[in-house]
């Protein structure tokens, strides 16, 4: 397979805003050197998409048994739940792309609207997890908290890679960081959650619960991003058009 580094490939990639734009903000060479040399970034988006893949990965595989256990809706319907889940999520998607695929003309400047967006997302899928954990007997909170988990979740692991890739220098080990991230909480979620809901008292309540973790967990780290990396001090779109212009 190529490598990320290669010509050929790296043109596709978003505006990088490593070489140029660090230069500009309030971090110094020290700082700017600790993020790329330890991976700093990647360890962070990697985090994000650990609990953004394990949440999707327990909710689309065990929302049918959790709706078996709890009957918070007839087991009849629990296929249709399942597909509620998905469409969400392939249209959260969909218009996520849509999005992204805008933010990449705005050139280095789009990181702004990008971790905006970022957060509208996280935002939304957090707020479906919130209603299904607090209203566990509620039909109407349950298939509300579907739509909003699975459109909102749908998109993130998109916008984590897309921050990846703005933020950091392009290597094989980093992205190996990110990789490693999507794997083990597509793994390790699920299964924490099985045990849970085999071995414990705690049973069936573990679903709820673990998928709005699962939303909770990626917006404080991806504060910690946005601060240490000092993307307010970035340029923006209007800024980067202007310079364009003179140039």
Same mark, same amino acid.
């Given at each position: 397979l190529?490598?990320?580094?290669?010509?050929h490939?790296?043109i596709?990639?978003?505006?990088n /805003?490593?070489p140029?734009s *660090?230069?500009?903000?309030s971090?110094?060479?020290?700082?700017?050197s600790?993020?790329?040399?330890y991976?700093v970034?990647?360890?962070?988006?990697?985090?994000?998409?650990?609990?953004?893949?394990g949440g999707k990965? *327990? #909710?689309?595989?065990?929302?049918?048994?959790?709706?078996? =256990?709890?009957?918070?809706?007839?087991s009849?319907?629990?296929? /249709?739940?399942?597909c509620?889940? +998905?469409?969400?999520?392939?249209?959260?998607?969909?218009?996520?792309?849509?999005?992204?695929?805008q933010?990449n003309?705005?050139g280095?400047?789009?990181?702004?609207?990008?971790?905006?967006?970022?957060?509208? +997302?996280?935002?939304?899928?957090?707020?479906g997890?919130? *209603?299904?954990?607090i209203?566990?007997n509620?039909?109407?909170?349950?298939?509300?908290s579907?739509?909003?988990?699975?459109?909102?979740?749908?998109p #993130?692991?998109?916008?984590?890679y897309d921050?990846?890739n703005?933020?950091? *220098?392009?290597?094989?080990?980093?992205?190996?960081?990110?990789?490693?991230?999507?794997?083990?909480?597509?793994?390790?979620?699920?299964?924490?959650?099985?045990?849970?809901? =085999?071995?414990?008292?705690?049973?069936?309540?573990i679903?709820?619960?673990?998928?709005?973790?699962s939303?909770?967990?990626?917006?404080?780290?991806?504060?910690?991003?946005?601060?240490?990396n000092?993307v307010s001090?970035m340029?923006h779109? =209007?800024?980067a058009?202007k310079?364009?212009?003179?140039?």
């Amino acid at each position: 397979l190529p490598a990320p580094e290669s010509e050929h490939i790296s043109i596709h990639f978003p505006p990088n /805003v490593v070489p140029k734009s *660090l230069s500009m903000n309030s971090l110094t060479a020290k700082q700017k050197s600790i993020l790329h040399r330890y991976f700093v970034n990647e360890i962070l988006i990697g985090n994000m998409v650990f609990w953004f893949i394990g949440g999707k990965v *327990l #909710c689309s595989s065990y929302v049918e048994s959790y709706i078996s =256990d709890s009957n918070v809706i007839p087991s009849s319907e629990k296929e /249709v739940a399942l597909c509620v889940v +998905w469409i969400g999520i392939a249209a959260g998607r969909f218009i996520g792309l849509m999005d992204q695929i805008q933010l990449n003309k705005m050139g280095e400047g789009g990181i702004h609207s990008l971790v905006h967006n970022f957060i509208a +997302w996280i935002s939304t899928g957090l707020l479906g997890g919130f *209603l299904m954990f607090i209203r566990e007997n509620s039909p109407i909170a349950f298939w509300t908290s579907l739509v909003l988990y699975g459109l909102g979740n749908g998109p #993130c692991v998109g916008y984590a890679y897309d921050l990846n890739n703005r933020l950091t *220098l392009m290597s094989e080990k980093g992205m190996a960081i990110v990789m490693f991230g999507l794997n083990f909480g597509a793994s390790i979620v699920p299964y924490v959650a099985t045990l849970v809901w =085999d071995y414990s008292n705690y049973d069936y309540h573990i679903f709820p619960l673990l998928v709005f973790i699962s939303m909770s967990m990626p917006m404080p780290v991806l504060l910690i991003t946005y601060i240490i990396n000092g993307v307010s001090e970035m340029k923006h779109p =209007d800024k980067a058009t202007k310079t364009e212009t003179i140039i």
